[in-house]
């Protein structure tokens, strides 16, 4: 597609059952990129990857949060046990390259936790 | 960790009026990028620095990189009522383990009153 796709759109679930969101990059894009945004800021840096490769995860806040681009496309960002502290947008962005390219961001996941 | 302070937090402002906002840093970046967000949809890159001392028109948008490589700023003129969103820097480091991620600042909500 013509820009960075992100599902689901929203998902609501219970506390302590796990989660997985999609992120699906610009066509051609080798990096790809998961931040977090709380209501109000800018997004936080969780992890990249350049094709399938998992460059830096110093932003998962924890073991519970892990992501996966096996084929170098499409990414998944998993939180297992969910709490309600991981209530957040989930946004996806990806670049054509890692050094000086600009990243495009999606729509975001709304994850709310109950 | 990095760190950058976006500045103002809010302005309203009249139609036709133009708009000033900055973003200063604790740590050098070789790249600066400022995001459109408008709600319900992600940061939309509006302009993208790469050099010190760059100043970059994209239409009625001027950003400048600066000359320290802690700083930019973004100046609408002109202003129009779809100029409302949320503005948002970002810097972007060369190297080290902070290398492919983006910092945001904490963005400035602009309203443009007719």
């Known amino acids: 597609g013509a820009g960075v796709s992100q599902s689901p759109r929203y998902k609501v679930t219970k506390r302590g059952q796990d989660v997985a969101l999609r992120c699906d990059p610009i066509?051609?894009?080798?990096?790809l990129y998961w931040y977090r945004q709380a209501l109000g800021q800018g997004p936080e840096f969780l992890t990249y990857?350049?094709?399938?490769?998992?460059?830096?995860k110093s932003g998962l806040p924890n073991d519970r949060f892990s992501a996966e681009r096996p084929e170098g496309s499409i990414s998944t960002l998993t939180i297992q046990r969910t709490e309600q502290r991981d209530s957040a947008m989930y946004r996806c962005?990806?670049?054509?390259?890692?050094?000086?390219?600009?990243?495009?961001f999606g729509d975001g996941t709304r994850l709310s936790i109950l | 960790g990095q760190q950058l302070n976006q500045s103002p937090q809010s302005m309203f402002i009249q139609e036709g009026e133009d708009v000033s906002m900055n973003c200063t840093s604790s740590?050098?970046?070789?790249?600066w990028l400022w995001y459109k967000q408008e709600p319900g949809e992600g940061p939309v890159l509006l302009i993208a620095?790469?050099?010190?001392?760059e100043l970059t028109s994209n239409g009625r948008l001027t950003a400048q990189f600066g000359i320290t490589r802690k700083d930019s700023f973004l100046n609408i003129s002109a202003s129009i009522p779809s100029d409302v969103g949320i503005y948002f820097c970002a810097g972007q480091s060369a190297g080290g383990t902070s290398y492919g991620k983006l910092t945001f600042g904490q963005g400035t909500i602009l309203t443009v009153h007719p």
């Open positions: 740590s050098i970046f070789n790249t």
């Open positions: 620095l790469y050099k010190a001392g």
């Open positions: 962005a990806s670049s054509l390259s890692v050094s000086d390219a600009p990243q495009h």
């Open positions: 066509s051609g894009h080798v990096s």
């Open positions: 990857f350049n094709y399938e490769a998992q460059q830096d």
